[in-house]
């Protein structure tokens, strides 16, 4: 079919083209306007025969479809051209698609093709209603979709396509939304039939179509679902969303969790619609008994070793929970989901599992009150929590159980005689060796282990002030767990950490950092030569630190400052002394000492000499940029007082003569020392003054060494201009460009390499004018470097 359009079109196309040579601009609109009739063109030698119509509608369902495909190499103004001619060319298509005739079986290709092209185009346009309305492709998808025949999926891409461009403008639509609704009913017997049945492969496949006509139905008639929710029609198709909502199929699940957050979210900002929300009650509270059977693990598997997308599946049914507790209130919904624990307790275990899981963010939002029967749920647990390991949903079930008591901490923390208990019962499970555990039980174990330190942390934090009795034995637990993988125990460290910040008493706070402070120094000594260990204890020690948090001076604050200016900092300076390369332990030792010294500035500052003797010591044996940003930090902290400005002073010019001395060595090197590049780049205000002075003194001298060069360079050529051999000056001056660019960085192609250190192609620009010679191709202005701006340095 092309071969014979380009025939037909061809010649005039060269004898076009062959009349003059056009401008760009012209030659671009000429060349676009060649063939300004090849649709109509299309239509008149392929849109008659009926034996020519597949090839036909393949023509025209592609147009569209490559005039927005944009990894065709073209120009806009042709895109943006074609586009206009497709555009006006609508109503010629569409008419012939409303007007393709009805063929037998054998041309069922036709059927597809004209489905497909129909498809494209009103992807491509708005086409108006009335053409959409009439076509009799519309009732014809839902035939095929109701008899799941070969076309089903081609045609509910279509009606849903349709119902998208519909929601664009509902009124403009009305005919439409009207013919898509009076053949909903044929769509709704066939789902009612498909539940009935035992579902298969086959079958999930149907209902993923027939979910898919609904949910975009819901969505395109929130408004109507609003306004009109008493309606049978409204009230019916909700239900189809509600139980495609329940399908056990996660992918059919997935499609309405979108509809079912844009109708919560049109429900609840809309203050005059209270009334309504009363009305969508019902439908919310079955959906949320849909999150929670959604929720459930498959017994088929160990639950402990679930995937990624089982994993991301639950935290999407949560959202789907939040949804429900928007419209219902967060009390509301934690009523009905315990009458539905207590209803289905006698079930397994994975059940119960789904709803300690959804309990967990449900709860956490509800007003604490002390007459629900949460109550009952929470002395209940201690029973599960503290059993006996036994098969892996029960384990799985008691580990969820543990970290839904961690997210009531505000209920817990309402009753301190449930406190205490809730603390020695988590304290139970982190205690035990489970080193001689087999390897399966093992993980699991480690798993259940992790949900207790997190349990632990979010009841010690939310109940500090209640917890000043129990110190004692926290403390015990804290030293006893120090043994438990890290990141477990920097939870039980910050859940001990904010009891004792908590204390008033200067003795008590004294004795309770000594005792979580020492063990920790004591390792630091003994673990000298292990940098991993090293690391662990100083992530405790960063823990400690922040919760302190000092707002005024006074006996507190004194207490908590000894304990860092004669404990912590000595073992941060040991540290970087023994361990100057290694990036990780320089980094958390510099955390530690920012945060010791926001912690309490005023009393961490008379050892602001040393701290600024041990970064440039510790600079000079190794250019970390942890180094430059914990400068920064103790600028920030302490630049106000005009005591310290002498010491920070002198801590900039020696941090950054090295840095700049280690950039200028490393000029071949700088993509891979672009931390400290950038580093140098955050220079307190107060310190820019003193960034001119340090940044002239190594102008200077490099300036004095390109001059020396240039001196000799230039001693050359006035020994050239004088000299009578034609050979020497057509050797001596076609070098000097070649000679002067050999005094440059080998590469500037980045941005950091540009702002970093000084060029010495800008001195070497600067020294030729200074001697009375031109830069070959100079261009003046700020280029490469700056040549302006070190001339107003200079």
Not at 307 to 325: F, I, N, P, T
Not at 424 to 446: F, K, W, Y
Not at 449 to 461: D, E, G, L, M, R
Not at 494 to 516: K, T
Request: hydrophobic residues 40%; negative net charge.
């Amino acid at each position: 079919c092309f071969l014979n359009l380009f025939d037909h079109t061809l010649p005039t196309c060269v004898t076009s083209l062959q009349m003059s040579p056009p401008s760009p601009r012209s030659f671009q609109s000429a060349e676009d306007h060649m063939w300004p009739n090849a649709i109509e063109t299309a239509f008149q030698r392929f849109g008659q025969n009926p034996d020519t119509f597949p090839t036909f509608l393949e023509i025209i369902r592609m147009l569209p479809e490559e005039n927005q495909n944009l990894k065709l190499v073209t120009d806009s103004f042709k895109r943006e051209s074609c586009s206009q001619r497709l555009q006006n060319a609508t109503p010629e298509v569409l008419q012939f698609l409303l007007n393709l005739p009805d063929l037998p079986s054998p041309r069922a290709q036709t059927r597809r093709k004209a489905l497909e092209c129909f498809l494209s185009w009103i992807k491509f346009t708005n086409v108006p209603a009335s053409h959409i309305a009439q076509n009799p492709l519309i009732p014809q998808c839902f035939e095929h979709v109701a008899h799941w025949d070969d076309l089903s999926e081609t045609a509910t891409d279509t009606i849903v396509e349709v119902l998208r461009t519909c929601s664009m403008d509902i009124c403009a639509y009305q005919p439409v939304i009207q013919v898509v609704l009076s053949h909903l009913g044929l769509l709704r017997s066939k789902f009612e039939m498909q539940l009935s049945q035992n579902t298969n492969a086959e079958d999930l496949d149907s209902l993923r179509q027939l979910c898919r006509i609904f949910v975009e139905v819901g969505e395109c008639l929130v408004p109507l679902v609003l306004t009109q929710s008493t309606d049978t029609e409204v009230a019916s198709i909700l239900q189809v969303i509600l139980k495609c909502t329940d399908l056990p199929s996660r992918e059919i699940s997935s499609i309405p969790l979108e509809f079912w957050h844009r109708l919560a979210d049109e429900v609840c900002r809309h203050p005059e619609t209270d009334v309504k929300i009363d009305q969508f009650q019902g439908v919310y509270i079955e959906l949320l008994s849909a999150s929670i059977h959604q929720c459930a693990m498959s017994a088929a598997q160990d639950p402990f070793m679930a995937d990624d997308e089982v994993l991301a599946y639950r935290q999407r049914m949560l959202g789907l929970v939040e949804d429900c507790m928007a419209v219902l209130t967060p009390n509301t919904a934690l009523e009905h989901v315990l009458k539905s624990l207590f209803d289905e307790e006698k079930k397994d275990e994975l059940v119960q599992e789904a709803h300690f899981f959804v309990l967990a963010m449900v709860a956490s939002s509800a007003e604490v009150r002390d007459s629900s029967v949460l109550w009952d749920l929470i002395q209940s647990l201690p029973t599960l929590i503290s059993s006996a390991p036994s098969s892996a949903s029960l384990d799985f079930t008691k580990k969820t159980a543990i970290e839904l008591l961690g997210n009531l901490w505000q209920w817990v923390n309402s009753r301190k005689d449930f406190l205490g208990l809730a603390l020695v019962m988590i304290s139970q499970l982190l205690v035990p060796d489970l080193s001689s555990s087999p390897a399966h039980e093992l993980d699991r174990a480690r798993q259940v282990q992790q949900a207790a330190s997190t349990a632990f942390k979010h009841i010690c934090v939310g109940g500090k002030l209640h917890l000043e009795d129990l110190l004692p034995e926290l403390l015990d637990l804290y030293g006893v767990t120090m043994a438990l993988p890290i990141r477990m125990h920097l939870s039980i460290v910050e859940g001990v950490g904010s009891v004792v910040a908590s204390l008033n008493q200067e003795d008590q706070l004294r004795s309770g950092l000594e005792q979580m402070v020492a063990p920790l120094a004591q390792g630091l000594d003994s673990a000298r030569q292990k940098p991993h260990l090293l690391g662990e204890i100083l992530d405790r020690l960063i823990v400690i630190i922040k919760q302190l948090h000092m707002t005024e001076s006074n006996a507190k604050a004194t207490c908590i400052g000894h304990l860092l200016c004669n404990t912590l900092w000595p073992m941060i300076r040991q540290c970087l002394h023994h361990h100057p390369t290694d990036s990780k332990l320089v980094e958390k030792s510099c955390q530690l000492l920012k945060d010791s010294m926001r912690c309490v500035p005023d009393l961490f500052k008379h050892h602001l000499p040393d701290v600024a003797r041990t970064l440039v010591t510790a600079f000079q044996q190794h250019q970390h940029s942890t180094y430059l940003y914990s400068a920064e930090v103790l600028a920030r902290t302490y630049a106000k007082d005009p005591e310290n400005v002498p010491v920070l002073t002198e801590l900039f010019n020696q941090l950054s003569g090295i840095g700049l001395q280690s950039l200028v060595h490393s000029e071949d090197k700088l993509e891979e020392i672009r931390e400290l590049a950038e580093a140098r780049e955050s220079i307190p205000a107060i310190l820019q003054p003193w960034a001119f002075t340090m940044a002239r003194q190594l102008y200077e001298s490099e300036l004095q060494e390109a001059r020396s060069s240039l001196a000799k360079l230039q001693a050359e050529l006035q020994e050239a201009q004088h000299c009578a051999k034609p050979n020497v000056q057509a050797h001596i001056i076609p070098s000097c460009p070649a000679r002067c660019r050999a005094m440059r960085c080998p590469r500037r192609s980045t941005e950091g390499q540009r702002t970093s250190c000084c060029s010495i192609e800008s001195l070497g620009k600067m020294s030729l004018d200074l001697a009375g010679f031109g830069w070959p191709g100079r261009q003046t202005g700020p280029q490469g470097c700056g040549d302006s701006s070190l001339l107003q340095l200079d």
